[in-house]
């Protein structure tokens, strides 16, 4: 994976990540509702990026979606002190691996999203 569109991944999964926390955290103050709008916002946008760059939208999507999941559940206990059940904690593992199973199953280069954005 080139790495341009994985350092475009992971700033679409940390903002929304963070959109996320501060949706949690509006519950109790609602100043953090306008970073929930932009950091979402935001997430999308990085997201589009990666697309023009010629990532598959399963490798993305799959990787953004899982990887969000995964890491707002551990900083839900961080953060917000809540419970983590051992359901929950092999949920996350068999995310984990989805991912990995996506990703070693998708072609490295788009060609068709390649073709177009040199167009």
Do not use: C, H, K
């Not at 903002?15 to 926390?21: G, K, M, P, R």
């Not at 092999?90 to 199953?105: K, M, P, Q, R, T």
């Amino acid at each position: 994976m080139n790495a341009n569109r994985l350092l475009l991944l992971v700033a679409a999964i940390l903002a929304e990540v963070a959109a996320t926390l501060m949706l949690r955290a509006s519950v109790a103050d609602p100043v953090w509702i306008p970073g929930v709008v932009v950091l979402y916002a935001t997430a999308f946008f990085i997201l589009g990026l990666t697309q023009r760059l010629g990532m598959p939208l399963g490798a993305v999507y799959a990787t953004w979606s899982a990887s969000g999941v995964a890491l707002v559940a551990v900083l839900g206990v961080v953060f917000f002190g809540e419970f983590l059940s051992i359901g929950a904690i092999i949920g996350i593992a068999l995310i984990i691996i989805g991912v990995i199973l996506v990703e070693s199953g998708t072609p490295e280069e788009s060609a068709n999203v390649d073709a177009e954005v040199t167009e």
